[in-house]
Structures are given as structure tokens and as C-alpha cells.
């Protein structure tokens, strides 16, 4: 599909007023999405496990406006309590869909959001945000074009998140999402996430991800400057290639169910991330000391156990601890013993593999 697919057709129906929930999960990369294009576009192809536990619930009440503006017309409380200074965010993904749901300047919204885990806990709520709003406008656009497929949908709902935070767009549906074209991948796009189309292993059932909080505090480098710091970047083309050549690799290990050959590349993803930050012009380092204690701990673990756990990082200091179904109790055992005491306040989320937003 291509971009002028997802301009919205003349509406069918009237609809004047109503409320819609979707909740929709966050996700960790495995292979990152770092640096793009104009009109979020990723320089690279990206893949993610959809998480469980980590998930934004939000509310959209809309009402026909009586007279029709230039501007929006939007409330936003979270968890609860009205948030002026989420507005201008709002506002700038409205403006960027306006041209593909063009219904939204017609209605009055209230928006209601709140999310699963602690809003200071170092967590980006945007992907599970943006994508849950996506959804919540996409279930409109359907009540007015009532003949839109279920793939159509998701698609179309995956584009729309994509244009308030890239990574948004792999939360939609689970369990394993790709994002942006890759040579092999059949069906993938830049414009939007798809399910992972291939076999995949049933070690990678249930994958667990305990994700330890380093750091609770606001990031120094928002991931939109750390994109930007992508253009003339000395290494940008070779990681752009290798994280093509990453899911390759990934595929095989998919089907076969490699864990050795899978933690070299979500290490190696998640280091080459940091890296990135660490050679750009100007350079920043978000990784603190206890990020390296706890990537240290669990190489010291992996080589005493030989259990399959490994690390993977976003754009923050906590730590996102990955490991099969059949090797929990023994990793998690491990997690509370070495680990959790290089964890803010002790605090930790135990999450999982999960299977995309939905509708409540
Ligand atoms: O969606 P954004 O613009 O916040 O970028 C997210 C980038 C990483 O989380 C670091 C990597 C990824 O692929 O999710």
C-alpha cells in the first residue's frame, strides 16, 4: 500500500457523538529504529516483541462541533487530572493525520488516558499512547465507512500512530511486530507495522521481559533529537545496513529457535543503539552505572548458568531483561537476588510477549 491509500474517501455515515476505550501495549525492539526520513519514515527496518503488562488505556468521547473552526477542539486528562502541557503534542500528531482522518476538525474530543505502569518510571508512554489514540479515531473513521476491513484497520491505525511516535506503530497488533521494508520480508512496510509474516519458534512463546528501573527520571536527549543526531552521523550508513542484515539473521533464529545466536543480536542491537548516542555530534550518554552493573551481572550469570537470559535497552538506562517460558523460575530468581538492588526504590515490571491492542 502507498500513502495516498490511507487519504480517507468520502464518509457514508453521520455520526454525531459517542465514546470509545482501546488499550494498547507497549513494545521493546529487538532490532532498533534509530534515525529517519522525513514524515517518519525509519532509515531502517525494525522488529519488536509486543509487550503485556506495560499498556496505556485511553477514552475518546466525541460530540459534532456546532460550528466549525480552523483549530481542534480537544480536552486531555491524565489519569485523571486535565494536562495542559500534553496539549501541544496532541495537537502536532492531530495536525499531521488531519490529511487522512479529515473528520477530526468536525468533532469535539475528550481524551481520557491513563497508563498500566508508574507515568515517573522512565517508561515512554508514547507508543503505547499514540497507538491507543490511533486506534480510538481509526474506530470512528470505521463507524462512518462502515465497509472497512479488520486489516485495513490495523494498517491504517498502525500509519496514523507512526505519525505521532514512530515506534507507536508497532503496538498495535502482537506478537511480533516489523516495521519498514526489508528485502525479505514479505509485505513490509515503512509506512506501517505488520505481524511478523514467518514461523517462529515456540521457545519465543510466553518470552518474558522484566524490565528493571534504573533511572525514573526525565531523559536528558528526547528520542527526536537523538534521531536527528542520525543525518551526517559518521556510522549511519553502516547501521542502517546492519540492522538489515540483523533481521536476516533474525529470521533464521525465528524458525530455528537459536537463543545463543538470538542474544548476540539483541545485545549487539541494544549496544550499537547506545553507541550511536555515544558518537554523535553532540555525543550523550544515557546508560548509568547501574546499567553496566546489571549488564555485567547478567554476562557473569549467562556464563556460570548457561541460562538463556539476556539484555536489551531503549532510549533510557533501564534495563529490559529477556528470557524464555521454560527458564523463568530460574531467572527470575536471579533477578531478584543480583539485580533488583541496582533497580531506583527497588522498583521492577514483570512483563511478557503479548498480543496487541484491543478494544474494551
Ligand atoms: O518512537 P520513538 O521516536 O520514540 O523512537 C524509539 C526508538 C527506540 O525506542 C530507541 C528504538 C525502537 O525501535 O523502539
Keep these: 500500500m502507498i500513502e495516498q491509500d490511507f487519504v480517507a474517501q468520502p464518509y457514508e455515515k453521520d455520526v454525531r457523538?459517542?465514546?470509545?476505550?482501546?488499550?494498547?501495549?507497549?513494545?521493546?525492539?529487538?532490532v532498533k529504529y534509530w534515525g529517519k526520513k522525513e514524515n517518519q519514515i525509519p532509515a531502517n527496518p525494525s522488529i519488536s516483541f509486543t509487550l503485556d503488562?506495560?499498556?496505556?488505556?485511553?477514552?475518546?468521547?466525541?460530540?459534532?462541533?456546532?460550528?466549525?473552526?480552523?483549530?481542534?477542539?480537544?480536552?486531555l486528562f491524565f489519569e485523571g487530572e486535565e494536562k495542559e502541557d500534553f496539549k501541544p503534542k496532541i495537537n502536532t500528531f492531530l495536525k499531521r493525520i488531519e490529511k487522512y482522518v479529515p473528520f477530526i476538525k468536525e468533532f469535539h474530543f475528550t481524551i481520557e488516558t491513563s497508563n498500566s505502569f508508574p507515568h515517573s518510571s522512565g517508561i515512554a508512554s508514547s507508543a503505547s499512547g499514540m497507538s491507543a489514540l490511533a486506534l480510538c479515531l481509526m474506530d470512528i473513521e470505521r463507524q462512518m465507512s462502515p465497509e472497512i476491513t479488520d486489516d485495513f484497520f490495523n494498517k491504517k491505525a498502525s500509519f496514523l500512530a507512526r505519525l505521532g511516535s514512530?515506534?507507536?506503530?508497532?503496538?498495535?497488533?502482537?506478537?511480533?511486530?516489523?516495521?519498514g521494508s526489508h528485502h525479505e520480508t514479505k509485505g513490509s512496510s515503512d509506512l506501517y507495522g505488520i505481524k511478523y509474516p514467518y514461523q517462529?519458534?515456540?521457545?519465543?512463546?510466553?518470552?518474558?521481559?522484566?524490565?528493571?528501573?534504573?533511572?525514573?527520571?526525565?531523559?536528558?536527549?528526547?528520542?527526536?533529537?537523538g534521531h536527528d543526531l542520525m543525518h551526517n552521523h559518521p556510522y549511519a550508513e553502516n547501521r542502517f545496513a546492519q540492522a538489515h542484515e540483523n533481521l536476516t539473521k533474525l529470521t533464521t533464529v525465528f524458525a530455528d529457535g537459536d537463543l545463543s545466536e538470538f542474544i548476540k543480536i539483541v545485545e549487539s542491537e541494544a549496544l550499537t543503539l547506545h553507541a550511536m548516542m555515544m558518537?554523535?555530534?553532540?555525543?550523550?550518554?544515557?546508560?548509568k552505572p547501574n546499567t553496566l552493573e546489571i549488564i555485567n551481572k547478567i554476562?557473569?550469570?549467562?556464563?556460570?548458568?548457561?541460562?538463556?537470559?539476556?539484555f536489551?535497552?531503549?532510549?533510557?538506562?533501564?534495563?529490559?531483561?529477556?528470557y524464555p517460558e521454560n527458564e523463568h523460575a530460574v531467572v527470575y530468581q536471579f533477578i531478584k537476588d543480583e539485580l533488583v538492588a541496582y533497580c531506583e526504590n527497588g522498583q521492577y515490571i514483570c512483563d511478557r510477549i503479548g498480543f496487541g491492542a484491543r478494544k474494551l
Design 17 to 30: 457523538e459517542g465514546k470509545v476505550t482501546y488499550k494498547s501495549p507497549s513494545n521493546i525492539a529487538l
Design 53 to 75: 503488562a506495560c499498556a496505556t488505556t485511553t477514552s475518546l468521547s466525541y460530540r459534532k462541533r456546532e460550528k466549525l473552526s480552523d483549530d481542534f477542539s480537544f480536552n
Design 166 to 179: 514512530g515506534s507507536a506503530c508497532r503496538s498495535i497488533l502482537g506478537d511480533i511486530v516489523q516495521w
Design 200 to 225: 517462529v519458534h515456540e521457545v519465543f512463546k510466553n518470552y518474558h521481559d522484566t524490565i528493571l528501573l534504573v533511572d525514573k527520571g526525565q531523559k536528558q536527549v528526547s528520542s527526536t533529537v
Design 279 to 287: 558518537t554523535s555530534l553532540p555525543y550523550f550518554v544515557l546508560m
Design 299 to 310: 554476562w557473569a550469570f549467562r556464563a556460570s548458568s548457561n541460562a538463556n537470559v539476556c
Design 312 to 322: 536489551t535497552l531503549d532510549a533510557g538506562a533501564n534495563v529490559h531483561v529477556l
